[in-house]
């Protein structure tokens, strides 16, 4: 059960990380102007969600399974994965820190195509999330790639991971449209707000990042020259 919590929770850090924000505040943002007819918010939100587990679902699955077809390079990443991930996590929290600078990016829509995929109904809906979720930044394709696929490898189950990893990164569109569905009109505006602390969340979310390299540079590649 916890492992399955651990590919949630994935999910949910995921989705509080700066870029990945960004897109769940621009999703409440264009769901919400549903805002005179509840019922549909929620379902659009709904959508969204299983647009979102989709993406991760197809990705991770032939991910998954092309690893596992090739038994060599499914052990390599199980043995040397924990040494991979320090600097993996050092070099991302250096580029939310602003000290180095690259792109990972996905497919993209314009504001314009956006606005008329919600405003096409629930089949919108899906199509945004399926695309927001493969609309990856260093931070969200760390945690899929480097994180949640080697967690998913070392599972016998882990072929569902990136489904559960689908529900937590939607988990805070859903909770807002919930919110907004049942009346809570200001909701919106509130979760719009917290696009002004993006700048704290992005040196915070940094910080953390290479806290959490330093363990695990310490125990898995500075011990190896102790043995």
Known sequence: MAVFLSAIWLGVLTSISPCPLASNIAAVSFLSKKINHPKAVLWAGIAY??????????????????????????????????????????????????IIKFNISGFSLSIERQNALVESGI?????????????????SAALFFGTLIPLALNNRYG?????????????????????????????????????????????????????????????YIVSLFYH
């Open 49 to 98: 969600t299983l647009g979102r587990m989709t993406s991760y679902a197809i990705l991770g699955v032939v991910i998954i399974g092309s690893l596992f077809s090739i038994p060599t390079v499914a052990n390599l990443l199980q043995k040397y994965m924990n040494i991979i991930l320090g600097p993996l996590l050092l070099a991302i929290g250096l580029f939310l820190l602003g």
């Open 159 to 219: 072929i569902i991971f990136p489904f559960l990893y689908g529900i937590g990164t939607a988990l805070p569109v859903m909770i807002f449209t919930l919110a907004i569905s049942l009346g809570a009109a200001s909701v919106s505006h509130w979760f719009h707000k917290a696009r002004q602390l993006e700048g704290y969340t992005k040196k915070i979310t940094g910080i953390i990042f290479i806290l959490v390299a330093i363990y695990y540079i310490r125990n």
């Open 123 to 139: 089949k919108g809906s899906f199509i945004l999330g399926a695309v927001f979720a493969l609309s990856f930044c260093p931070i």
